[in-house]
């Protein structure tokens, strides 16, 4: 781990990308960020190592940073982690948005009666991306109550970024089965795949294959923080180029931000590889960059 965050905009420059859109971005509301944080502060023996939050700052605070990093569109990632809790959530994430206009109107669901009825409501608000998350949520991709909320998002086509792999740590109903059942039915779902779909990458980039519509994030792949790199041949990843979007999982990361571009440009995948994984890939999925 070499680079600093003051090393983006050089690197930026030197690529001609006019910075980096970010998928993968976490702001919630303080009450669930706090929880998220003692998460992590205790992550420790959870995860067979410490995890400290590298941007503990406040909202305006970590707004300011990512656009002195260079980013200039991200996400406002929050998740459903039990029944009732997604109304709120997206009801604060919708403020948000009107208070931060460079970030994408994000919102999230739960396997619920309900989410047949607040799913399309948020997209009729606007909302551009949604966040669902199988492991801290512990339901299952192919949950039937979820059926109305994947048709009305393949309807709209408006993405979804997907925790589903079994990294950091296996869930009930991770991996790539669940995610495969739901895409024979809904072929045109534009799904997300986070962090590559860590560890079972190889099964998530069949899918990608696959579907048209079905991408995979960079999230903490790659980075110094893990034991191993993700296991994939790295040659995969550039045989779907148009298919990787960059993300960082900022603010919960252990380590510089720069260091995820550090590790994807390790990769030595080339200059246009990065530049359509940093910017034009993710601006096609999320929409203009004024």
Not at 55 to 74: C, H, K, M, P
Not at 83 to 93: D, H, Q, R, S, T
Request: proline share 10%.
């Amino acid at each position: 781990m070499t680079w600093q965050d003051a090393d983006l905009a050089a690197y930026l420059e030197r690529l001609g990308v006019p910075g980096i859109v970010d998928v993968h971005v976490h702001f919630m509301a303080p009450q669930v960020l706090a929880k998220v944080w003692a998460y992590f502060d205790s992550a420790g023996p959870k995860l067979g190592r410490a995890w400290p939050i590298h941007y503990r700052t406040s909202d305006e605070e970590r707004v300011e940073t990512l656009r002195s990093l260079g980013v200039r569109r991200f996400t406002a990632l929050s998740y459903a982690h039990k029944p009732g809790i997604a109304p709120f959530m997206n009801e604060w994430l919708a403020g948000f948005a009107q208070r931060v206009p460079d970030s994408v109107p994000s919102a999230t669901f739960f396997p619920e009666p309900e989410a047949a009825e607040y799913v399309p409501a948020a997209l009729a608000s606007g909302v551009r991306i949604f966040k669902a998350h199988l492991q801290v949520g512990e339901f299952a991709a192919d949950d039937p109550l979820l059926d109305p909320v994947w048709a009305a998002l393949e309807e709209a086509q408006v993405p979804i970024v997907l925790h589903a792999g079994s990294g950091p740590a296996p869930g009930p109903h991770t991996g790539p089965r669940g995610v495969a059942a739901v895409l024979e039915r809904f072929p045109r779902l534009p799904l997300v795949i986070a962090h590559l779909g860590m560890p079972e990458v190889d099964a998530f980039c069949d899918l990608a294959e696959q579907y048209p519509n079905v991408r995979l994030d960079t999230t903490m792949t790659f980075v110094d923080f893990f034991d191993a790199p993700p296991p994939v041949d790295p040659k995969r990843l550039l045989a779907l180029q148009d298919r990787i979007v960059f993300g960082s999982d900022f603010p919960n990361i252990p380590y510089p931000y720069a260091h995820q571009v550090e590790a994807l440009d390790r990769l030595g995948l080339g200059d246009d590889w990065m530049r359509s994984v940093l910017w034009h890939n993710g601006a096609d999925l999320v929409g203009p960059v004024d």
